[in-house]
């Protein structure tokens, strides 16, 4: 008897969104951890990174207060 399985891996649409959303934090991390150096080098960065944090604590206290 022959089986016509398709052994087949499939990525959905959640794994997908959960590796993006690894990557995101991971680059965050990585610019949480260099951005005194890149603002040493480059000046003209410090109020796009500043400004940058400012947006993702306004977005952290939007989604807490939604959840609770």
Partial sequence: IKSNKNNKSNYGFFSY??????FIITLFAVLNLTKDIIIL???STESYIYSL???LEILKAII?????
């Fill in 41 to 43: 080098r480059i000046p």
């Fill in 53 to 55: 944090y400012e947006i």
């Fill in 17 to 22: 969104l959960t590796i993006l959303t690894i």
């Fill in 64 to 68: 807490i207060g939604l959840i609770s």
